[in-house]
């Protein structure tokens, strides 16, 4: 089953799956910053109006952030901490990688782009391009996994658009 390889931790009201754990407070922590680093670029410039591309960043990791959580039914086939021995790895993307380098570029737009300099919206949509693909790759190597975890002797995944095999 989903759980056998996924330690769990007894709580008074319950266990707690420690992978889950791991997504969430990831998720959260990548959220937080997210928000800090618009509400920092807002406060910076004492004009109480984010610039467009600072919209835009916070704007795609929120909803990253929303779509993660919303179908972590996805992310219960996606690592088994002992199975495929990713614990270690697996807590610092969740604690380190997801908060602290996902939002890398935001950093960066915090000081260097005035509410009324901003960027092209040629330059904005490669981004939001950018920002999509990288998305669908990762989400949809999440999928695939999930599909065959939970559908093993299913051939293909999306309607027949991918044939599903195992790499060895």
């Known amino acids: 089953g989903v759980g056998e390889y996924n330690p769990r931790i007894a709580m008074p009201r319950g266990k707690?799956?420690?992978?889950?754990w791991l997504y969430l407070a990831g998720t959260l922590m990548l959220e937080l910053q997210v928000l800090?680093?618009?509400?920092?670029?807002t406060v910076?410039?004492?004009?109480h109006k984010m610039s467009r591309v600072v919209r835009l960043t916070t704007?795609?990791?929120?909803?990253?952030?929303?779509?993660y959580l919303f179908n972590e039914h996805i992310h219960l086939y996606t690592y088994d901490l002992f199975a495929e021995r990713v614990?270690?790895?697996?807590a610092w993307g969740c604690l380190g990688v997801y908060p602290f380098l996902y939002p890398i570029g935001q950093w960066c737009l915090v000081r260097e782009i005035l509410p009324h300099e901003d960027l092209s919206p040629t330059s904005e949509k490669c981004f939001l391009g950018l920002f999509l693909m990288g998305w669908i790759l990762t989400r949809g190597?999440?999928?695939?996994?999930?599909?065959?975890?939970?559908?093993?002797?299913?051939?293909e995944i999306l309607e027949g658009a991918v044939d599903q095999i195992a790499l060895t």
């Open 59 to 67: 704007g795609c990791w929120t909803w990253f952030c929303f779509d």
């Open 87 to 90: 614990g270690l790895k697996l």
């Open 44 to 47: 910076l410039y004492n004009e």
């Open 16 to 20: 707690l799956d420690v992978k889950m």
């Open 141 to 155: 190597a999440n999928y695939q996994k999930y599909m065959f975890k939970r559908y093993p002797r299913r051939k």
């Open 36 to 41: 800090s680093l618009a509400g920092a670029h």
